[in-house]
């Protein structure tokens, strides 16, 4: 008996191909975990920019919640749909009726 009949009495070919194949699906379900996540991100992203955008002012707490759910949606893949409306968003005053905020508009 040589070395891969030995393998496959012992059912180590099995093994692999069982292994590889649930690899294979846990990948899969990440890569739609991940999808979920971003478009879950993406919603929260486009209402508090709009709400802001509606009040036409927006406080720090506000900001640095919404910079911090846009950095975590570009980490997951998000392309540069929502780079307009957090430039617009940016741009507003910190309080009712104050002054545009000044603001480099680095990504």
């Known amino acids: ?4 009949q030995w393998l496959c009495v012992l059912g180590i070919p099995g093994m692999f191909v069982t292994m590889v194949t649930g690899l294979v699906s846990i990948f899969r379900q990440i890569q739609v975990m991940k999808a979920a996540m971003k478009a879950s991100l993406r919603d929260r992203l486009v209402q508090g920019y709009k709400q802001g955008i509606q009040q036409k002012w927006a406080d720090m707490e506000d900001r640095k919640n919404r910079d911090n759910i846009y950095r975590q949606y570009h980490i997951l893949g998000g392309n540069g ?25 680095d990504d």
């Open 1 to 4: 008996m040589n070395v891969y």
């Open 81 to 105: 749909d929502m780079r307009d409306l957090r430039r617009t968003f940016r741009h507003l005053p910190m309080e009712p009726g104050g002054m545009p905020t000044e603001v480099s508009d």
